[in-house]
């Protein structure tokens, strides 16, 4: 079969800043020292969310939410069958991952935006003990989507982190999406870079 390009360049290059972001700011949560790299990882994950929320509504095919948010009954079936239906091609998220990736934008927005709260000492320990609980979550929420990853990959016989790097996927022609969209990265930079800028100040 075919490769096919399935993740355009906007859905890439902010996977990676996302997880890049989010792993430095957890480990510079903690230190006085590093405090402003900690903010300004922080707000590079609270961009990258916001851009992703507009692409998920206007980007490529299988980048929109409309392609992989499904009910309960999907995500159920697809659990089910993981090892023992016949291999379907996935060529976007699998249900049961797409409802990691909307915690995971969700908690990326609150445990920003809770953040900033706190660094604006806006109100004492509360934010500040929330922004943590919040961050612990996303930490927790991130380990099952590597489970996921790796679960996906072995039953789908796909390797979906060379996936995330290349954009490609097995599949016919009639499934690639129309273009990698270069032309929106420089937003999705400008997104980031202006909420780190914003977020810090
Ligand atoms: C560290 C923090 C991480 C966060 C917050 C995160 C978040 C996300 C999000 C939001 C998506 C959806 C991408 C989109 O549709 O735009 C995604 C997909 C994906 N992530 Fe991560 N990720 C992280 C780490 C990783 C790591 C370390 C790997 C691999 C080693 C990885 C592999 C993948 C893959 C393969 C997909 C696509 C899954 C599929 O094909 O359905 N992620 N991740």
């Known amino acids: 079969m075919n490769r096919i ?3 355009g360049w906007p859905v890439r290059i902010g996977h990676w800043l996302l997880a890049g972001a989010f792993v430095l700011a957890w480990l510079t949560g903690d230190s006085e020292t590093w405090r402003l790299v900690h903010v300004w990882a922080g707000g590079t994950v609270v961009g990258v969310v ?3 929320l507009l692409w998920g ?4 095919r299988y980048a929109r939410f409309t392609s992989f948010v ?8 697809y659990l ?3 090892f023992t239906q016949p291999r379907v091609e996935q060529h976007g ?3 049961a991952g797409g409802w990691a990736i909307v915690a995971l934008l969700a908690l990326g927005l609150l445990t920003g935006l809770s953040g900033w709260l706190t660094y604006q000492e806006i109100s004492g320990e509360w934010f500040e003990e ?3 609980t919040l961050a612990s979550t996303m930490l927790a929420v991130v380990l099952l989507h590597l489970v996921g990853v790796l679960t996906g990959s072995l039953a789908h016989g796909e390797n979906l982190v060379r996936a995330m790097f290349t954009g490609m996927k097995r599949g016919d022609a009639d499934a690639a999406i129309a273009g990698a969209r270069p032309l929106a ?6 997104c980031a870079a202006t909420c780190a800028w914003w977020l810090a100040r």
Request: net charge positive; aromatic share 6%; glycine share 12%.
């Open 5 to 7: 390009l399935v993740w």
């Open 50 to 52: 916001l851009f992703r």
């Open 57 to 60: 509504l206007v980007g490529t």
């Open 70 to 77: 499904r009910g309960p009954g999907a995500v159920k079936a």
């Open 80 to 82: 089910l069958g993981l």
């Open 93 to 95: 998220h699998n249900p």
């Open 130 to 132: 929330l922004h943590e």
């Open 185 to 190: 990265i420089p937003l999705l930079l400008a």
